[in-house]
């Protein structure tokens, strides 16, 4: 009785081991750009910000300026913000109730819907940049889904124009980083 107990133990021993092995190669450290209470409200706030997207150089501060996509959370309330900077002037307005689409890996669209009017602003230097500022407020359904399947594409319309983004590596980043906002 004892040896066959020994025996199962021995045979379970690397399983477990990989088990184990596993679950801390998934367990997730997560850090943010913003970790703090608010000083008034009392509220937890937290945000962290990645690269998202085509990135250009700024002459004017010689550094990389871009896409980037921002999770954020305060209190019970959560938010997705988007700084998109293209290459051109665009007039567009992003209109309060205008729809934004991320594409997951697993067929899935999250929408997001602007919650007030957009207007672009100019960067300019060697070319003419046009700058939007983006934040949708969000729900736990949408971040859950998120932190499940990597992101794959970026859609808004606007106006006459389309911005878009395939997202490529930075989907599995994104999937990452909304795991630590559900």
Same mark, same amino acid.
């Given at each position: 009785?004892?040896?066959? %107990?020994?025996?199962?133990?021995? #045979? /379970?021993? *690397? /399983?477990?081991?990989?088990?184990?092995?596993?679950?801390?190669?998934?367990?997730? &450290?997560?850090? =943010?750009? !913003?970790?703090?209470?608010?000083?008034?409200?009392?509220?937890?706030?937290?945000?962290?910000? /990645?690269?998202?997207? *085509? @990135?250009?150089?700024?002459?004017?501060?010689?550094?990389?300026?871009?896409?980037?996509?921002?999770? $954020?959370?305060?209190?019970?309330?959560?938010?997705?913000? %988007?700084? !998109?900077?293209?290459?051109?002037?665009?007039?567009?307005? !992003?209109? @309060?109730?205008?729809?934004? =689409? +991320?594409? +997951?890996?697993?067929?899935?669209?999250?929408?997001?819907?602007?919650?007030?009017?957009?207007? *672009?602003? =100019?960067?300019?230097? +060697?070319?003419?940049?046009?700058?939007?500022?983006?934040? %949708? &407020?969000?729900?736990?359904?949408?971040?859950?889904? /998120?932190?499940?399947? *990597?992101?794959?594409? %970026?859609?808004?319309?606007?106006?006459?124009?389309?911005?878009?983004?395939? +997202?490529?590596?930075?989907? $599995?980043?994104?999937?990452?980083? #909304?795991?630590?906002?559900?």
């Amino acid at each position: 009785m004892i040896t066959s %107990f020994k025996k199962t133990i021995q #045979a /379970l021993l *690397p /399983l477990l081991i990989l088990t184990a092995a596993t679950t801390a190669t998934m367990a997730q &450290k997560c850090r =943010y750009d !913003v970790d703090k209470t608010d000083a008034f409200s009392k509220e937890q706030l937290r945000s962290t910000t /990645l690269k998202i997207g *085509p @990135q250009t150089i700024d002459t004017r501060k010689n550094r990389e300026v871009g896409w980037t996509m921002t999770f $954020e959370q305060k209190g019970g309330n959560r938010f997705i913000a %988007f700084k !998109v900077i293209m290459l051109g002037k665009r007039d567009d307005v !992003v209109q @309060q109730g205008q729809q934004a =689409y +991320l594409r +997951l890996a697993n067929d899935k669209i999250i929408i997001l819907t602007a919650e007030t009017d957009v207007l *672009p602003s =100019y960067m300019t230097g +060697l070319a003419v940049y046009t700058h939007y500022d983006l934040r %949708f &407020k969000t729900d736990a359904a949408a971040i859950t889904a /998120l932190s499940e399947s *990597p992101a794959t594409d %970026f859609k808004l319309e606007t106006g006459s124009r389309e911005i878009a983004a395939e +997202l490529g590596k930075k989907g $599995e980043k994104i999937m990452e980083t #909304a795991a630590c906002f559900r």
